[in-house]
């Protein structure tokens, strides 16, 4: 597609199952991003991956939480033992490459709910 | 982290009034991004900034990036019900690629 698209869009789980969610970016950007966004809250900056270089881990809230990618395309957020914070919608973003023009192209995110 | 403030939180207005909300922080941004995001989707970014002082317009949105670069202002001349969502002031990291957001200021127009 042309766009960032996520999956799945709502996910409702139980406490202390694991999750996984997928983003696959714009064909072409080198650079991905996870946010968390709490209900009202700003974004908060997960993780960051550019190209082949090794991933900014560094917003990360604990060791429950990690993400990988496959070369330039799809990247998966998991979460293991969800808690109830752990609510949020996670939102996928792309870039060309790292921030330059500050564009980011954001998906449609992902819902998540802790039950 | 560097911390972005925006004001006001939230917003009710009337349809064709305008509307002024703004963005501090307490460290200097070299870049400011204004992003709006409509209910159910992701942010899509409606200006950015790269020099202090600069004044920059997209339809019916101005935006100033501050002389101190440490705030940033966004007009919004006479509204429209689909100018509803939450705006969000955003800027990168100095030598980085992370960006942080602010809050928002959510807008909520009154036919």
């Known amino acids: 597609g042309a766009g960032v698209s996520q999956s799945p869009s709502n996910k409702v789980t139980e406490k202390g199952k694991d999750v996984e969610l997928r983003c696959d970016p714009i064909?072409?950007?080198?650079?991905l991003y996870w946010y968390r966004q709490r209900l009202g809250q700003g974004l908060e900056f997960l993780i960051y991956?550019?190209?082949?270089?090794?991933?900014?881990k560094s917003g990360l809230p604990s060791d429950r939480f990690s993400a990988e990618r496959t070369g330039e395309s799809v990247s998966t957020l998991t979460i293991q033992r969800t808690q109830q914070e752990d609510s949020a919608v996670y939102l996928c973003?792309?870039?060309?490459?790292?921030?330059?023009?500050?564009?980011?192209?954001f998906g449609e995110g992902s819902r998540l709910t802790v039950l | 982290g560097q911390q972005l403030n925006q004001s006001p939180q939230s917003m009710f207005i009337q349809e064709g009034e305008d509307v002024s909300m703004n963005c501090t922080s307490s460290?200097?941004?070299?870049?400011w991004l204004w992003y709006k995001q409509d209910p159910g989707e992701g942010p899509v970014l409606l200006i950015a900034l790269y020099k202090a002082g600069e004044l920059t317009s997209n339809g019916r949105l101005t935006a100033q990036f501050g002389i101190t670069r440490k705030d940033s202002f966004l007009n919004i001349s006479a509204s429209i019900p689909s100018d509803v969502g939450i705006y969000f002031c955003?800027?990168?990291?100095?030598?980085?690629?992370?960006?942080?957001f602010g809050a928002g200021t959510t807008v909520t127009v009154r036919a």
């Open positions: 064909s072409g950007h080198t650079a």
């Open positions: 991956f550019q190209g082949n270089s090794a991933p900014d």
């Open positions: 460290s200097i941004f070299n870049t």
């Open positions: 955003a800027g990168p990291h100095a030598n980085d690629y992370k960006l942080s």
């Open positions: 973003a792309s870039s060309l490459e790292s921030i330059n023009t500050g564009e980011l192209f």
